[in-house]
């Protein structure tokens, strides 16, 4: 299995790391209160493809939720995203996976420092837990992962999870794009995006590897519940199971997914002012206070949804 580069597995990795260090009951997910701040608030439609307009724009854009890996089933490409796309000058992703440079960059981004290592970052009988696991449950050696950082090798762990061999709603959208002859942009870089997942030292992240390893089994439910949320298209409760502390994330994570989001804004702006543009960011940005669609409301944008058939 290959190893999912760090656009793939960006909220998917959020999420997981969010539950590796403690195991929740389904019902907990359950109640996250929803906020006067969701995007129910001003609008009662479940969605994840939205249409931005007003504020001077000369043509609407659009802005859809993904899932950076979902089984072949939960990520379908609808006809209204088909249309949103066709009217669209171009597909603005969290990254430009499109770039000449992107293989190179992203291999050269994930690797771990010269002389460090996953053996060397944990004790042998912890090391030999993975090599265990590895062998036995994912038919792979360890040895392929020990120069990545952990964060990544742990993304694969969980990919694992789900009950298929999972894809990317990013590589699908831009066939689409290539296809409608649309040039493909990207809101942050693979080093950002990289320097963002190493919050935790490699020595950290090794060590929740090894304990994502050892709650592998209680994984599965708490993902089914996760896509279960993702196909319902509520990006609210999307974003409180993102940044909810008691499934573990803490202040400066929930403060790292307001600080993109603000981040972006600006160069939204100056793309959809400059093009019609579709932009395609993990579905966790948009819900919540500090999400993608208040900021734009905030801006003077009108936000409108798109409503997407819900798949049964």
Not at 38 to 51: G, V
Request: with cysteine; charged share 20%.
């Amino acid at each position: 299995m290959m190893i999912y580069l760090p656009c793939f597995a960006r909220w998917f990795i959020l999420l997981c790391v969010l539950i590796c260090s403690s195991v929740m009951p389904r019902a907990l997910l359950a109640q996250s209160r929803p906020s006067t701040t969701d995007t129910a608030s001003y609008n009662q439609a479940n969605t994840l493809l939205w249409r931005i307009s007003g504020s001077g724009l000369p043509q609407s854009s659009y802005v859809f939720g993904t899932m950076h890996l979902l089984c072949p089933d939960d990520a379908p490409v609808t006809d209204e995203m088909i249309q949103a796309l066709r009217s669209s000058e171009q597909l603005v992703l969290e990254l430009d996976m499109d770039a000449p440079d992107f293989a190179k960059r992203t291999r050269r981004a994930s690797q771990l420092p010269m002389g460090v290592s996953l053996r060397r970052l944990l004790k042998q009988r912890e090391f030999n837990v993975l090599k265990q696991f590895f062998r036995e449950r994912l038919n792979q050696s360890i040895w392929a992962y020990v120069s990545v950082y952990p964060v990544l090798t742990e993304s694969v762990v969980y990919s694992t999870a789900l009950s298929c061999t999972p894809v990317s709603y990013e590589l699908k959208l831009m066939e689409l794009a290539k296809a409608q002859s649309k040039e493909v942009e990207g809101l942050e870089t693979v080093e950002w995006q990289m320097a963002s997942l190493q919050r935790a030292t490699p020595k950290q992240q090794a060590k929740s590897l090894v304990r994502a390893v050892l709650a592998y089994d209680s994984i599965p439910p708490l993902m089914q519940q996760l896509v279960t949320t993702y196909r319902q298209q509520n990006v609210d409760a999307l974003y409180r199971m993102a940044t909810d502390p008691r499934l573990g994330t803490n202040q400066a994570e929930t403060a790292d997914l307001a600080v993109r989001n603000q981040d972006w804004i600006p160069k939204m702006k100056t793309w959809m002012a400059a093009r019609p543009s579709f932009f395609a960011v993990g579905a966790a940005h948009l819900g919540g206070a500090t999400g993608v669609l208040q900021l734009l409301r905030q801006q003077g944008y009108k936000i409108e949804p798109v409503v997407v058939p819900l798949r049964p």
